[in-house]
C-alpha cells in the first residue's frame, strides 16, 4: 500500500504522534495572473463537469474586469514570506513551499520537487478554515492524487504527507476578526454619526454557498453536530464568537454567497444580497459584511462583497462597510504557526486551542467528510486507476 490513507480513514481521527516535518507547505485555490490565464483558470476549476467555454465566459467576466488578474496568489507569496518570517523569528528551521489546486505552481509539481529534494514527510497548510468538500476535501483528494504520482512502485512511501486540521475555531483565525470587525464597525459609527449600533446596524457573516446536498455532512460520531452540517454548525459558531466579543448586542445573521450551478439545485441560503434586501423593512441602517469564510481579500471578495453586495447595499440606501480578511495579520501568522507546531509536536488534545464546543477539529478527516457519493465514486475510481497503474509499474 503505497498510497495515502487520508481518504479512507473510518472515522475522524486526531493525530498526537510527534513528527519531524522537512517542510510545511501552504495550499492554495490558485487564481489568474492575467488575460491570457482566465479560461485555462477556469478550465482547471470546473475540471471534469464538461462546461463549455461561453458559460466560462460569463464568470470569466469577474476577473477581466481586474485585468485578468486576481490577487490570491500574489496573497499567498506574502502569506508564504510571512509564514516563514515567524518560524525563522521563533528560530524554527522550516522552509515553506506553495503550491496551488488550480493554477501555478501546482501543487503536483511543488510535492514532486519536495521529494526530490529528499524531503521525506511535509505537514500541509491549506488556506480554508472550514470543513467543506472545496476547502478539506478536495485539498485531501490533490494531495493524493499528487502523492499517487510520486510514490510510486515502492516499498515505502517517498514522501507522506500530513494536512493541518481546519481551523474555524482556533483563536489565531478568530482573534484577527474580531479586531477588524470592531474596527470596522467603529469606522462606520464615524462615517454616520447617527447611527446606533444595537438600534440601526445589522452584522452580516458570510461564506460562499454550496449545493445542499454536501453541505458538509460530516461523520455521524460528532454529537456537537446534532445532525447539522459541519460546514453550517462551523460558521454559526465562530460568527457566534465574533459577534460575542466585536459587537455584543448588535444583531447578526449567517448568508451565503457565490453560488453557481443551475437554478433547479438548491444551495445554501438566504444569497447575502437576499439577505440584504430584508433589512430596510426591518428598520436597519446600516450593514457590516463579515466575509469570514475567506482568509484572504480574493476574488470571491472583491467582485461578489465589494462589487455586488455593497452596490445591493448602495441601491437600497444602506450605509456598509465589508470588514477585511485576515490576510497576513501576525496574530493570523502565529495562530497558523501555533497550528503547525501543534502538530509537529503531538499535542494532546485538551491542550490544543479552539474556541467553540465544536474544537478542537480533528486532524484526519473520516471516510464520508464533505463529500458527495457521486465525488466520492469519482474520488475513488480515480485512485483506483493510479494504484492499478502503479501495481502494473511494480510488477515489472
Ligand atoms: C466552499 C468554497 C470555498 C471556500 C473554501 C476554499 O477556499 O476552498 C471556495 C473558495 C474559492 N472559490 C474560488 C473561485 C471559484 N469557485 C468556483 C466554484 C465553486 N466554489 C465552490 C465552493 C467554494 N469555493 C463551489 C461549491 C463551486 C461550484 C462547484 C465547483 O466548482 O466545485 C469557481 C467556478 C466558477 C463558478 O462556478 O462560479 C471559481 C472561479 C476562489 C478563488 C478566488 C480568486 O480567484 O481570487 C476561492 C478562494
Ligand atoms: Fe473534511
Known amino acids: 500500500m503505497t498510497l495515502q490513507t487520508v481518504l479512507t480513514a473510518p472515522t475522524a481521527q486526531f493525530d498526537t504522534e510527534a513528527h519531524a516535518y522537512d517542510a510545511l507547505v501552504l495550499l492554495g485555490f490558485g487564481g489568474p495572473e492575467g488575460q491570457d490565464d482566465v479560461i485555462p483558470f477556469l478550465r482547471n476549476v470546473t475540471r471534469g463537469r464538461g462546461i463549455p467555454d461561453e458559460r466560462l465566459e460569463e464568470v470569466a467576466h469577474h476577473y477581466r474586469h481586474f485585468g485578468g488578474v486576481s490577487p490570491i496568489n500574489e496573497q499567498n507569496r506574502q502569506l508564504r514570506d510571512a509564514l516563514q518570517a515567524e518560524l525563522e523569528r521563533r528560530g524554527i528551521e522550516l ?32 488556506t480554508s478554515a472550514f470543513a467543506s468538500y472545496s476547502g478539506c476535501r478536495q485539498y485531501q483528494e490533490n494531495l493524493d492524487e499528487a502523492l499517487a504520482g510520486i510514490n510510486t512502485a515502492t516499498e515505502r512511501p517517498r514522501l507522506v504527507v500530513d494536512k493541518v486540521r481546519p481551523y474555524f475555531d482556533h483563536p489565531g483565525f478568530l482573534d484577527p476578526w474580531i479586531t477588524a470587525t470592531r ?46 452540517g459541519a460546514y453550517e454548525a462551523q460558521h454559526l459558531a465562530a460568527a457566534a464568537e465574533i459577534a460575542a466579543a466585536a459587537c455584543p448586542g448588535v444583531t447578526w445573521e ?133 494504484a492499478h497503474a502503479q501495481s502494473a509499474e511494480a510488477h515489472q
Not at 454616520?192 to 445589522?202: F, I, N, Q, S
Open 183 to 228: 474596527r470596522s464597525i467603529a469606522e462606520l459609527l464615524v462615517r454616520e454619526p447617527d447611527l446606533e449600533a444595537a438600534r440601526d446596524v445589522r452584522v452580516i457573516f458570510t461564506t460562499h454557498s454550496v449545493p445542499n446536498s454536501y453541505s458538509g455532512a460530516f461523520g455521524p460520531d460528532h454529537e456537537a453536530l446534532a445532525g447539522q
Open 254 to 386: 449567517l448568508a451565503y454567497q457565490s453560488r453557481s450551478g443551475p437554478p433547479s439545485q438548491p444551495w445554501l441560503e438566504p444569497d447575502i444580497n437576499d439577505a440584504i434586501a430584508e433589512l430596510p423593512a426591518q428598520g436597519v441602517r446600516g450593514v457590516v459584511i463579515v466575509p469570514v469564510g475567506f482568509v484572504s481579500d480574493h476574488m470571491e471578495v472583491l467582485w461578489d462583497l465589494d462589487t455586488e453586495a455593497l452596490d445591493t447595499c448602495a441601491e437600497l440606501g444602506l450605509a456598509a462597510v465589508r470588514v477585511p480578511t485576515p490576510g497576513i495579520d501576525p496574530v493570523y501568522v502565529a495562530g497558523l504557526i501555533d497550528l503547525v507546531l501543534e502538530r509537529r509536536d503531538g499535542t494532546a488534545v485538551a491542550d490544543r486551542p479552539s474556541r467553540t464546543n465544536l474544537g478542537p477539529w480533528f486532524d484526519v478527516c473520516g471516510a464520508g467528510c464533505c463529500e458527495t457519493p457521486a465525488r466520492a465514486a469519482a474520488a475513488a475510481a480515480r485512485l483506483n486507476r493510479a
Open 95 to 126: 522552509p515553506v513551499l506553495w503550491g496551488n489546486r488550480n493554477w501555478a505552481p501546482y501543487l503536483p509539481e511543488v510535492l514532486g520537487d519536495a521529494a526530490a529534494q529528499g524531503h521525506e514527510r511535509v505537514l500541509v497548510l491549506p
